[in-house]
T-cell receptor, first 113, second 113 residues
Framework: QQPVQSPQAVILREGEDAVINCSSS?????VHWYRQKHGEAPVFLMI?????EQKGHEKISASFNEKKQQSSLYLTASQLSYSGTYFC??????????????FGQGTILTVHP | EAQVTQNPRYLITVTGKKLTVTCSQN?????MSWYRQDPGLGLRQIYY???????DKGDVPEGYKVSRKEKRNFPLILESPSPNQTSLYFC????????????FGEGSWLTVV
């Protein structure tokens, strides 16, 4: 079952911040975040493992709330290069979903000058 | 260089003509997977393989077949392609077990007319 991302689309001006959310209906072991430019392969951003840790990658960071089965991606002081589609991928915590990575429908982020 | 290689990258074919999209990885990964990407639906898993001779259905397996005879190769077979299989396809691989980064191929644009 696909995780649900929100919002579906975001439009920003350079320097503005954005938050993208990812929510699952099942217990999670990990959440992966990827960014994709149109027609290209998704590019890995970060993985968050259960335990609620927050990770950072330059001005992009993420959190994982294991109890709520939710993750959020934070983009601060956005740059033009941040434009693209952001996907979260989730792995179940046990049973048949363990090790299986399922992606959300994506969030389209557009940054204008 | 670590990579996942797909071929062909672009293909236009006719309904009913069998085709195979090849996928090869050079990272000795146990886990390999195929995804299709359609507008608004994100990345949906077609089939995945935990290891040689071990394959399982993903979320949208209808109309597709796979095989895993060697660790490095995981071809996707469309026995009788139909127009609703027109899509962008990605092969991916990673080390077995949850919480590991997944590596994507560059994608294969397939059009069935």
């Amino acid at each position: 079952q696909q995780p649900v991302q929100s919002p579906q689309a975001v439009i920003l001006r350079e320097g503005e911040d954005a938050v993208i959310n990812c929510s699952s209906s099942k217990a999670l072991y990990s959440v992966h975040w990827y960014r994709q430019k149109h027609g290209e392969a998704p590019v890995f951003l970060m993985i968050l493992l259960k335990g609620g840790e927050q990770k950072g990658h330059e001005k992009i960071s993420a959190s994982f709330n294991e109890k709520k089965q939710q993750s959020s991606l934070y983009l601060t002081a956005s740059q033009l290069s941040y434009s693209g589609t952001y996907f979260c991928g989730t792995e179940g915590a046990g049973g048949t979903s363990y090790g299986k990575l399922t992606f959300g429908q994506g969030t389209i982020l557009t940054v204008h000058p | 260089e670590a990579q996942v290689t797909q071929n062909p990258r672009y293909l236009i074919t006719v309904t009913g003509k069998k085709l195979t999209v090849t996928c090869s990885q050079n990272m000795n990964h146990e886990y390999m997977s195929w995804y299709r990407q359609d507008p608004g639906l994100g990345l949906r898993q077609i089939y995945y393989s935990m290891n040689v001779e071990v394959t399982d259905k993903g979320d949208v397996p209808e109309g597709y077949k796979v095989s895993r005879k060697e660790k490095r190769n995981f071809p996707l077979i469309l026995e009788s392609p139909s127009p609703n299989q027109t899509s962008l396809y990605f092969c991916a691989s990673r080390t077995q077990g949850a919480g590991n980064t997944i590596y994507f191929g560059e994608g294969s644009w397939l059009t069935v007319v």
